[in-house]
């Protein structure tokens, strides 16, 4: 076969592909994200001990890591939750993420947030094997969000802090609103949502979204 042949039949089969992603639009992976806890080093010392520092169990996407440590997150009238993991490595504040289900059993009025933004947000105690941390605001339901870097921003047509709308086909069939788009250099491309929303779907990590043109 002709060389130009070669290219002309190359050229028309990248077109239809590039015509079907945008009649579809852009595939997102899912990852469905458990109730979990970020901690000062402060706080990381006064549940743990001082001088502690925590371990990594698994690698997360920019720089983040599952840890081994687990705690105990009490809520109001003593209500509790058992073997929460910590994310490092650690921050400025100290942070507990949960479901709007969590929350029910916790018996907390816990305000959907971003990620970092605590203030005002519902108090909750968090116990490990050396102590007790009160925390008078830190938690918080997660946003729903999409991590993208630079290039998947520029694949996809949105911009960070963007707001979309996603849609997953399955035997559910459901469409999520008010997505956040947010981006970074060392982010991997994967929509989090938590595990009262995958339930509701029928969703695991793994599955596919599709951002709606």
Known sequence: MEEKTIEVITRLVMEAMNQKTSEQGFAVPIGVSARHVHLTQEDVETLFGKGYELTKKKELMGGQFASNEIVTIVGLKLRAMENVRILGPVRKASQVEISATDAIKLGIKTPIRESGDIKGSAPIAIVGPKG????????????RHIHMSPEDVKAAGVNNGDTVSVQVENERGTTF???????DKSYTLEMHIDTDEA????????DTAVIIK
């Open 132 to 143: 007790v941390v009160y925390l008078k605001e830190g938690c918080i339901i997660a946003k």
């Open 177 to 183: 609103n008010h997505v956040q788009i947010r981006v």
């Open 199 to 206: 339930n509701a779907a029928k969703i695991s990590t793994g």
